[in-house]
């Protein structure tokens, strides 16, 4: 069978208006990184979250985020880590490689992420933070989680990076936690050019060392220069927060991507409204098969990132539902999010038992379908007519 519908590893088409914003920052830009398209995106992004001036920082991709967040975080040996064990493997390992100890929380049946349960359960006399991840573009109770960590002193930190624009009690997703990391990688709803990240934090101390954790340690001398070119350009020195002094790394982000971002930030609310209204048709067009379970909001707390279901009737049918969409229709669904203690990975370290069955029972049986924005209507439409037809056709 012809493939007729892919699984793409690529979000949108870009308008030629955005081509042209590319365009103008690579004939004119100056320097190419870390110029005024850096400071003009990252002013916008934090106007956009609704959160502090100087609070958001664009990074070279979602993970580089997140390895600072993990360093911000200043792990002691012992120190715990509350993280669902249904989610990408970059949502945990920079966590683990500063030695934090991650216990896996469960996620809840029909909305797919943490709760502010699932996360008290998993809560030890040990925990030092919290990465709450609003996989496939749904926030999580974030009021009820962040009232929940400040209570009993934990760091919370929003892994945001399928949720860009999603909002719950009229807040975006991204904007409740001491810190949040945001990806713009090739296959989210905003993406700049393939890479790109950013990364929020709301403790203005701990911001201000980003920029030199961010680059190389860079900063100024603690004194004044009579000659500007003595004793060099500019000085390094080691970030240091409280006690604790932070490596730093080289995680900027291009000047031509962050002028992409910032033109992005004027059609994210499009995209993810359009995403979502489609997501809604085609869950509405399957409503007489209960037996595929989708998560269906119609409000903004939801961005529809990704598409997925949960086929109830168990993992043998929901490999032949997968089966048939390739073979006699040629469409590509795929099946998304291994929980993380089932990697080689993970077991290696010892990290390899979790009590998580609502996530092992939704991996094994589900469906995520291709659904990047550019997707046709006609495609759409013949997505929804196959999946129909393919359903019918089953016992
Ligand atoms: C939930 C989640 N966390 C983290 C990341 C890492 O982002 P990046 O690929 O930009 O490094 C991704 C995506 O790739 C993701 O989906």
Redesign the pocket.
């Known amino acids: 069978m012809e493939m007729k519908i892919n699984f793409s590893g690529r979000a949108i088409r870009y308008t030629e208006d955005e081509i042209a914003a590319v365009v103008e920052a690579m004939r004119t830009a100056d320097p190419l990184t870390q110029g005024r398209y850096m400071r003009e995106f990252e002013s916008a992004f934090a106007r956009y979250q609704g959160v502090a001036p100087g609070s958001c920082f664009t990074t070279m991709?979602?993970?580089a985020a997140?390895e600072m967040s993990a360093q911000l975080c200043r792990f002691k040996p012992g120190d715990e880590l509350v993280i669902p064990s249904h989610?990408?493997t970059?949502?945990a390992y920079p966590y683990l490689k500063k030695g934090a100890v991650p216990v896996w929380a469960d996620i809840d049946p029909l909305t797919r992420v943490v709760t502010a349960e699932s996360i008290e359960k998993a809560l030890t006399p040990r925990t030092r933070a919290v990465v709450v991840?609003h996989?496939y573009g749904y926030v999580a109770d974030m009021p009820e989680i962040a009232a929940l960590c400040r209570e009993r002193g934990i760091l919370c930190i929003e892994?945001a990076?399928?949720a860009i624009g999603a909002e719950v009690a009229g807040r975006k997703a991204g904007s409740f936690g001491d810190m949040a990391v945001f990806?713009?990688?090739s296959h989210k709803n905003l993406t700049t050019l393939g890479?790109g990240?950013m990364l929020y934090v709301a403790d203005p101390q701990a911001a201000a060392i980003i920029p030199a954790l961010r680059h190389n340690g860079h900063c100024a001398y603690p004194f004044e220069r009579p000659d500007y070119w003595k004793p060099a350009m500019g000085n390094v020195d080691i970030p240091r927060l409280g006690d604790d002094l932070l490596m730093p790394s080289n995680y900027c982000l291009g000047e031509v991507e962050c002028a992409l971002g910032l033109k992005l930030l004027e059609r994210i609310d499009t995209i993810n409204d359009e995403k979502r209204a489609r997501a809604l048709r085609f869950i509405d067009g399957l409503a007489d098969f209960p037996q595929l379970q989708f998560h269906r909001v119609e409000s903004r707390r939801h961005n529809y990132h990704l598409l997925v279901a949960r086929m109830t009737t168990g993992t043998g049918a929901r490999d032949r539902f997968i089966r048939a969409m390739h073979d006699e229709k040629g469409i590509k669904c795929v099946v998304q999010y291994i929980p993380l203690d089932r990697y080689d990975f993970y077991r290696r370290l010892g990290f390899g038992t979790a009590r998580c069955p609502e996530a092992d029972a939704f991996f094994d049986t589900m469906v995520s379908f291709p659904f990047q924005h550019w997707m046709s209507d006609a495609e759409l439409d013949y997505m929804l007519a196959s999946a129909r037809d393919v359903l019918a056709g089953m016992d």
């Open positions: 991709n979602g993970c997140l989610t990408f970059a949502s991840v996989l892994d990076a399928q990806s713009f990688h890479e990240g």
